[in-house]
Nanobody
Framework: QVQLVESGGGLVQPGGSLRLSCTIS??????????MGWYRQVPGKQRELVAT???????DYADSVKGRFTISRDNAKNTVYLQMNSLKSEDTAVYYC???????????WGQGTQVTVSS
């Protein structure tokens, strides 16, 4: 059973930085068969895309985070990262790791990690 485990959330002041990590386990497919991404959600709103990264390291970012967030992946560690710099209060949300198995289009989700940006 595929599992995604996130870590790295927490409370940070505006202008600060956090790095989220997400490790995938339990898959019979190698890590590079997945498009990895990060989404976020605040209460009362739809989950929104933050960043994605293909096995070829092609990336896509939401306009609101371009220039501040960086997604990266370590295929040897089955891990995707989200480096978040210059954080703003509007970045406060639950952040979810997402994996899309390229062969089937199946989505897998982590349990979510809370990021709170506040002074």
């Amino acid at each position: 059973q595929v599992q995604l485990v996130e870590s790295g959330g927490g409370l940070v002041q505006p202008g600060g930085s956090l790095r989220l990590s997400c490790t995938i386990s339990g898959s019979i497919f190698r890590f590079w068969f997945y498009v990895m991404g990060w989404y976020r959600q605040v209460p009362g709103k739809q989950r929104e895309l933050v960043a994605t990264m293909t096995k070829g390291n092609s990336t896509d970012y939401a306009d609101s985070v371009k220039g501040r967030f960086t997604i990266s992946r370590d295929n040897a560690k089955n891990t995707v990262y989200l480096q978040m710099n210059s954080l703003k209060s509007e970045d406060t949300a639950v952040y979810y790791c997402n994996a899309i198995l390229i062969a089937s289009g199946l989505h897998y989700w982590g349990q979510g990690t809370q990021v709170t940006v506040s002074s």
